[in-house]
């Protein structure tokens, strides 16, 4: 079963220079890309910062919208992991309320919502007394924890997950990253798994598309791509990766 379905996106930016801010040509940030993505797999898009993929997670949760193509996409229930937890937890929020407040804003009972915390820490494998803390009390690999929470907490069907170790050392990324996995074997979650890294979206994807200047230049299960890369982009990019990460 498909949960997603893009066709020929384009998203172009306007270029603006000097003091009058005039026009001077675009940055074809997303052109014509296409891709499908099966309910419960992990689709990962790799390429060098300013490629366009982040811009294209966008696209696809509705956060921008692009100026030609279609998104098919399976569910309303979806959600977003950001790259650095510090910034996209607000400070001033306690965990409950960073972890409760989709729920609040839907409009369930305080019980629902404090059951529910309840269970999602323990999903994420933080103890309940992480609830009355706020983000600045724990570490970078803890903070994503909650960030992972935040977004499970209103059962969503469909993950973005934008760089979600890049802030993180080694030793946490495998943490974080199996827990990702785990999450997705118990719920049957639809990850889109964006990143620069081919180390983790080996260790987590069983298809890739990699992403160029604004275009998908291949794309394949992970197998073909990490041994029989056919572009020469790809190549470049598996010739200066070393494996760091058990095999899964």
Do not use: W
């Amino acid at each position: 079963m498909m949960m997603l379905k893009c066709e020929n996106l384009k998203k172009y930016f306007p270029i603006r220079r000097g003091y009058l801010k005039e026009k001077g040509g675009v940055v074809k940030a997303v052109d014509g890309v296409s891709l499908e993505i099966a309910k419960g797999e992990t689709f990962g898009v790799v390429g060098e910062s300013g490629c366009g993929k982040t811009t294209l997670g966008k696209i696809i949760l509705g956060i921008i919208r692009a100026d030609s193509g279609t998104v098919s996409l399976g569910t309303d229930a979806k959600h977003v992991i950001f790259q650095d937890p510090f910034n996209s937890l607000n400070p001033k929020m306690k965990v409950f309320d960073i972890i409760g407040e989709g729920l609040a804003i839907r409009g369930e009972d305080p019980g629902i919502i404090r059951r529910r915390v309840g269970e999602i820490l323990d999903l994420v494998k933080l103890p309940n007394s992480s609830s009355s803390k706020y983000p600045h009390q724990f570490s970078g690999g803890e903070r994503q924890r909650i960030a992972i929470g935040r977004a499970l907490a209103t059962d969503p069907e469909f993950i973005v997950c934008d760089e979600p170790v890049s802030s993180l050392d080694v030793t946490i990324q495998f943490q974080i990253l199996k827990l990702l996995k785990d999450i997705q074997k118990k719920l049957s979650i639809t990850y889109l798994f964006i990143s620069h890294d081919l180390r983790v979206v080996k260790f987590m994807c069983q298809r890739v598309a990699v992403m160029r200047q604004g275009k998908i230049v291949e794309q394949g299960s992970s197998e073909e791509i990490y041994t029989k890369p056919s572009h020469p982009y790809t190549q470049a990019l598996l010739s200066s990766i070393l494996d760091i990460y058990p095999q899964k």
